[in-house]
């Protein structure tokens, strides 16, 4: 993590474990006002002991009122929000056997909706300011569909359009937009999984990552990168040749 005070006052959501924890952390130990959204006060108040320039914002993202709420408690309390990492997500592996139409809504509310919730909230504000910068946490897992991903990967394919359409309108109100697509990261999200995990990461490295990218005019941070070439590559596949590839990684497709 460079130590930068880039930001005055950065928002988080999904701030009480993995990536976002240590990016909430990172930006306090450089200076910056982190306001930490998650579900857990309580771990939150724990990221508030590690680091006092942490402030524990507890907030589910599905319940829009709250979100705006959350966003005005923010800035009276810290002043305007520069920086927000829109980062709250759940992961739930889908099983061919199954399908859980619950689990698949539950994914976009979290996931997808959480995030419009919060543009909603904070986008008024950056607009009359005419400055801000937002990330959004999608993921490579984004790019195509994937064994197991039939109800993560469309929320996070969502996100990584959802920027594509709003970055151009964005950036000509002075507000930065930028997509995050991390690969597999050691977090609590990962420490379910019992398939192999291909240039899984630490977090610290993904936050490295993260925090350079941030830093950076590119519009999409993806890590690491032999993950990335190789989805980018799998994504330009003619159908045909995709499914031939998926029926051997996954024998029920
Ligand atoms: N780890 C990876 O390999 C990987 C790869 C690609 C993308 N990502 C993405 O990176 C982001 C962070 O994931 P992570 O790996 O750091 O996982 P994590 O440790 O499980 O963190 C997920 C965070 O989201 C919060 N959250 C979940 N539901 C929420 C809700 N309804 N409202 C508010 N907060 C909520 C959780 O807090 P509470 O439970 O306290 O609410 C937690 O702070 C996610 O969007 C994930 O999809 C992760």
Request: hydrophobic share 45%; charged share 15%; glycine share 8%.
């Amino acid at each position: 993590m460079p130590p930068v005070a880039t930001w005055k006052h950065a928002w988080i959501t999904g701030a009480s474990s993995g990536i976002g924890a240590e990016i909430a952390v990172g930006l306090a130990e450089a200076g910056t006002s982190v306001s930490a959204s998650a579900r857990s006060g309580e771990k939150l108040e724990a990221l508030h002991k590690r680091n006092s320039g942490v402030s524990a914002l507890p907030l589910d993202v599905t319940d829009p009122a709250a979100a705006r709420e959350a966003v005005q408690a923010a800035e009276a309390a810290h002043g305007p929000i520069d920086l927000a990492i829109l980062n709250a997500g759940i992961w739930q592996p889908s099983d061919p056997d199954a399908f859980d139409g619950d689990a698949a809504a539950r994914s976009m509310e979290v996931n997808y909706l959480g995030v419009t919730h919060a543009l909603a909230a904070l986008l008024p504000g950056m607009k009359a300011r005419g400055h801000g910068h937002i990330a959004v946490v999608a993921s490579v897992a984004g790019y195509r569909g994937l064994p197991k991903g039939a109800y993560y990967a469309p929320t996070k394919s969502a996100l990584i359009c959802l920027c594509e359409a709003l970055r151009p309108e964005l950036e000509a109100q002075g507000i930065k937009l930028q997509v995050i697509n991390p690969g597999f990261v050691k977090t609590p999200m990962t420490s379910v999984n019992t398939f192999p995990m291909p240039f899984l990461m630490e977090v610290e490295d993904a936050v490295s990552a993260i925090m350079r990218g941030l830093t950076s005019s590119k519009f999409e941070i993806a890590f690491p990168w032999q993950l990335v070439a190789l989805l980018k590559l799998l994504r330009i596949l003619p159908y045909g040749l995709y499914f031939w590839l998926m029926r051997r990684i996954s024998p029920k497709v």
